[in-house]
């Protein structure tokens, strides 16, 4: 299934626990370290993004953010600030497979690696675990096909 980006920032909300700089090599070149394996990798701030990297802060809403993450309080985004040399943990990180939107384009839940759902309208629980009781096949491709069809029979937007 496709993956599109929301911008949201999220998913880099804590990996500041993860990375860290070690030391600045110029104005926009960092060395970068993975905390849980010791690997570093040389970063660097994207030019469309060195203005934004500059003048913005990381945002204060989120613990512990990768530092290199900025938000565009214009556009509403969120960008990583080193997207093309960034690491690559960040580059296999994927945080939905299947989207579900509601009428104004907010998410509702989110279904995540083979099988998690990550349920965010908490009026929607009650039937979802009453549903996914009766979801028992081992075929991924029938359990997906299922769900999208539990969210756009609530009249929900999805994305796959």
């Not at 060195?50 to 900025?70: D, G, I, M, T, Y």
């Not at 939107?101 to 979802?128: F, I, K, N, P, S």
Request: glycine share 4%; hydrophobic share 40%.
């Amino acid at each position: 299934m496709a993956y599109f980006c929301q911008q949201c920032g999220e998913c880099c909300s804590v990996m500041g626990q993860v990375f860290s700089i070690v030391r600045q090599l110029d104005e926009f070149r960092f060395l970068f370290r993975n905390e849980y394996t010791g690997d570093t990798r040389e970063v660097e701030v994207a030019l469309p993004l060195r203005r934004l990297f500059l003048e913005s802060k990381v945002p204060a809403h989120w613990q512990n953010p990768c530092p290199f993450l900025r938000l565009d309080n214009a556009q509403g985004l969120a960008f990583c600030t080193v997207h093309l040399t960034r690491p690559d943990i960040c580059r296999e990180y994927e945080c939905w497979r299947i989207l579900i939107l509601d009428e104004e384009g907010r998410r509702v839940a989110r279904v995540m690696e083979r099988r998690y759902l990550c349920l965010e309208d908490e009026g929607l629980r009650g039937e979802w675990e009453e549903f996914h009781k009766s979801l028992d096949t081992p075929d991924d491709r029938v359990w997906d096909e299922a769900v999208i069809r539990f969210f756009r029979d609530r009249g929900l937007h999805v994305r796959v």
